[in-house]
């Protein structure tokens, strides 16, 4: 059975930057996404990547400064956060753009704080 493993989070400060690592354990190709839960909120989503690497999908409140991209070589998935901001902090999760989802991942929590 698929299990995500995401990592890279960690605390960083406004205008920072962190890359986070989605690491698949079966070789799929499938449009990928990134969600983000911030505390006492519903998950939403924030990336998405087709299958080719292209086309992708921002929230657009994460447009012009998150960048998601894939190396399926690898069986991983990326998320690039440039100028982070504290409205940022949340657990990142990654899964299926559609479809049923796999199994959630333990994620990786991004505090964003001064």
């Known amino acids: 059975q698929m299990q995500l493993v995401e990592s890279g989070g960690g605390s960083a400060q406004p205008g920072g930057s962190l890359r986070l690592s989605c690491l698949m354990t079966?070789?799929?190709?499938?449009?990928m996404a990134w969600y983000r839960q911030a505390p006492g909120k519903e998950r939403e989503l924030v990336a998405s990547?087709?299958?080719?690497?292209?086309?992708?999908f921002y929230a657009d409140c994460v447009k012009g400064r998150f960048t998601i991209y894939r190396d399926d070589a690898k069986n991983l998935v990326y998320l690039q956060m440039n100028n982070l901001k504290p409205e940022d902090t949340a657990v990142y999760y990654c899964n299926r753009a559609s479809g049923d989802m796999w199994p959630w991942g333990q994620g990786a929590q991004v505090p964003v704080s001064p």
């Open positions: 079966e070789t799929v190709f499938v449009s």
């Open positions: 990547i087709s299958r080719g690497g292209t086309p992708t």
